[in-house]
Antibody, heavy 117, light 109 residues
């Protein structure tokens, strides 16, 4: 079964850091670009970061640029998101999503990040 | 980085057809044929319904179709069913980023 499973979310204080992980299975992870997409409680979807299969191309949304870092380990079929200088507005469900022809075809169940003191 | 514009809500009766619009700009929808649509039930992950404007992933019903004209994309759902009652989001590639619409709540009356 093709799937991705996110982990690493939790409660963190403003200004703090957190590292999210996404474990992929059922497909050749090293052949696909991957993304992180988030959704604040009761709000819409927001794309935040993209990385090509060989890590050669990385893009960020302006809202997270210089604070978040995307990375991957193809040997472990895993995608990561290192988040720092977290703000209340970063509170959201964070989804890992596989790229297919500039769309997101495989999504995980998400991991919740809450930024609060 | 403005979101794409979708109507907040649409409704239709079972068996009818509805269309959800998604208006962007010449920097996103109007410039790329990389518009996708997602269905999201409460508490669940989004599900890809349409990609590249009008292509359906394997397993998606042909009741779902997509189109685009200029800066506006559309999702049409024909033969409305009770299980279609949920949220829908459009998305467009915009050159080094993606932008989503604000979402549309579809109510099947």
């Amino acid at each position: 079964e093709v799937q991705v499973v996110e982990s690493g979310g939790g409660l963190v204080q403003p200004g703090g850091s957190l590292r999210l992980s996404c474990a992929a299975s059922g497909f050749s992870f090293n052949s696909y670009s991957m993304n992180w997409v988030r959704q604040a409680p009761g709000k819409g979807l927001e794309w935040i970061s993209y990385m090509t299969s060989n890590s050669g191309r990385i893009w960020y949304a302006d809202s997270v640029k210089d604070r978040f870092t995307i990375s991957r380990d193809n040997a472990k079929s895993s995608l990561y998101l290192q988040m720092s200088s977290l703000r209340a507005e970063d509170t959201a469900m964070y989804y890992c999503a596989r790229d297919k022809d500039y769309a997101f075809d495989v999504w995980g169940q998400g991991t919740m990040v809450t930024v609060s003191s | 980085q403005s979101a794409l514009t979708q109507p907040a809500s649409v409704s239709g009766s079972p068996g009818q057809s509805i269309t959800i619009s998604c208006t962007g700009t010449s920097s996103d929808v109007g410039n790329y044929n990389f518009v996708s649509w997602y269905q999201q039930h409460p508490g669940k992950a989004p599900k890809l319904m349409i990609y590249e404007v009008n292509k359906r992933p394997s397993g998606i019903s042909n009741r779902f179709s997509g189109s685009k004209s200029g800066d506006t994309a559309s999702l049409t759902i024909s033969g409305l069913q009770a299980e279609d009652d949920t949220d829908y989001y459009c998305c467009s590639y915009a050159g080094g980023r993606w932008v989503f619409g604000g979402g549309t709540k579809l109510t099947v009356l």
